[in-house]
């Protein structure tokens, strides 16, 4: 018995099959890239990234080991920070502002509802900001309030997903979270929120706990994907989610790295203190976890920072490894502080943070350079996961998945600096794995999540080498004093 994943994510839209035993059947990928129509617009065609789906659904059912072990459940993972206005049958009435679109509304929520940072993380888990679906959703009726009066629906892709394929849009409540309208003691939508904001709550789809079997595709789509009669929807996730399920991690204090463009981290906790996560900058949601809820940091400068200084050296990415083991385990002579795009948690006013390159000399090689910036990176999540340590989150383990995972090297060096071991599964898809692991749950292929996450399998394990983490203690205080003391620099025009 078979089930397929669905992973639809900023760059790319990707799905697999896998058979009980969480082995993979078949894959396919296709990007879909973004359109810039001028600089700070990053978006694209709702309905171009839901043919993308069907195309590489199709490609997945096609395949000899897939229509030998046919699917009898599905699921998504969705990039939660995309989001459009669309018609009742799921068509984009426009584009859909990806992740990296800096376009944000004249009047944030924050000026309408100013509430403190601990106020927001009790009600929604997060500091609302321009990212936000909900604050897109302002800043379309700020700027088409035309467009968004003849929308019936404001879809991410998990609810593009659902309404293809059953008729209706749902989300779960991780999704939900990261809009400021989702009530976390609820996990309902807030009609205080949604009345206080003039917002219409009937645009938002139905809130459903993830790994809950709705109801089979219909025939229609069940057809023209290649999928059985009796393939059941089962509510997915949000990817980051997801790709901690498809690594393993939903046990308290086992952490999921997301080492990508951008680094986050979530780790499932029992009773995170919210005082101290709001202090931290942090964010507390519903989490397909053991416990329930998850902690969150994501930082912006992940493998974006690395492939900022391989290109401004001029070295190739193939060639890094090698000479990263060749370096030795010291610090490098330079100490970069890879605030490219802001930072993350715990740094105050993290938006309006910028890198610094400190200690260059006529020595310098451009190794030392690429090898600093990823130092600075590590120390960053040092400080992240001290910061959820202080809000009563432990961590213990750490899954590691995403691009920057392939680097042994850098995984060493996570290890040392944080004190616990690094584990890099074996899947290299732990978003469609994910995903496919909660549509096994919600058909009962699986008792539960942590009956699923055993299907995960360890390539590498990283131990912690305390004798090259003291090696780091003086440059590490040395990154924190810098970056403490660096000016927040704007743009010339104050923007």
């Not at 990806?98 to 376009?103: I, K, P």
């Not at 927001?120 to 990212?131: N, T, Y």
């Not at 293809?164 to 309902?188: H, N, T, W």
């Not at 709705?214 to 790709?243: K, M, Q, R, T």
Request: overall charge negative; aromatic content about 6%.
């Amino acid at each position: 018995m078979s089930v397929l994943g669905l992973d639809v994510g900023s760059t790319a839209v990707k799905a697999a099959a896998y058979d009980e035993a969480g082995c993979e059947l078949a894959r396919a990928q296709e990007t879909v890239p973004p359109q810039r129509a001028q600089p700070g617009h990053w978006q694209v065609d709702g309905d171009e990234v839901w043919r993308a789906a069907v195309r590489v659904i199709r490609q997945v059912t096609s395949a000899s080991p897939t229509r030998r072990d046919p699917p009898r459940a599905l699921a998504v993972s969705a990039s939660g920070r995309e989001s459009f206005p669309a018609r009742a049958d799921g068509s984009a009435t426009g584009p859909c502002l990806r992740t990296a679109d800096a376009r944000s509304p004249r009047v944030l929520a924050t000026e309408l509802l100013p509430w403190p940072p601990e106020q927001w993380l009790r009600a929604c888990g997060h500091v609302p900001d321009h990212m936000d679906p909900a604050s897109r959703l302002l800043w379309w009726r700020e700027t088409a309030p035309d467009t968004l009066a003849g929308a019936r629906w404001f879809l991410g892709w998990h609810e593009l997903a659902s309404l293809k394929l059953i008729g209706r849009p749902v989300i779960d409540p991780a999704l939900a979270a990261g809009f400021f309208l989702f009530d976390l003691e609820s996990r309902c939508w807030s009609g205080e929120r949604l009345d206080a904001l003039g917002l219409d709550g009937r645009l938002l789809p139905e809130i459903v706990p993830w790994g809950v079997a709705i109801e089979n595709v219909h025939a229609e789509p069940a057809a023209e994907l290649g999928l059985p009669p009796d393939c059941a929807f089962v509510v997915g996730s949000w990817d980051a989610c997801c790709a901690a399920v498809g690594s393993g991690a939903v046990d308290a204090g086992v952490a999921l790295l997301s080492s990508g463009t951008w680094e986050s981290v979530v780790v499932p906790a029992d009773r995170p203190a919210l005082d101290g996560a709001a202090t931290a900058g942090l964010a507390i949601t519903p989490h397909p976890s053991t416990p329930g809820i998850g902690v969150w940091s994501k930082s912006p400068n992940g493998t974006s920072a690395l492939d900022w200084a391989l290109g401004f050296v001029g070295m190739r990415l193939e060639d890094l490894e090698a000479r990263l083991h060749e370096a030795g385990t010291q610090p490098a002579d330079v100490l970069v502080v890879p605030h490219l795009s802001g930072a993350g948690p715990p740094w105050p006013a993290p938006e309006a943070r910028r890198g610094a390159v400190l200690g260059l000399t006529l020595a310098t090689t451009p190794l030392d350079l690429v090898r600093a910036t990823m130092e600075g990176v590590t120390y960053d999540l040092r400080l992240a996961i001290a910061a959820m340590r202080d809000a009563a989150t432990p961590v213990h383990l750490c899954r590691a998945a995403g691009g920057g995972s392939k680097s042994g090297w850098w995984m060493q060096l996570k290890a040392d600096l944080l004190g616990v071991p690094v584990e890099v599964p074996e899947h290299s898809e732990p978003g469609t794995l994910g995903a496919a692991l909660l549509a096994g749950v919600g058909i009962g292929t699986y008792g539960s999540l942590a009956e699923a996450a055993q299907r995960v399998t360890i390539a590498r394990r990283y131990q912690p080498d305390a004798e090259r983490a003291a090696a780091f203690t003086d440059r590490f205080e040395a990154f924190r004093a810098a970056v403490a003391s660096m000016p927040h620099l704007h743009p010339p025009d104050g923007s």
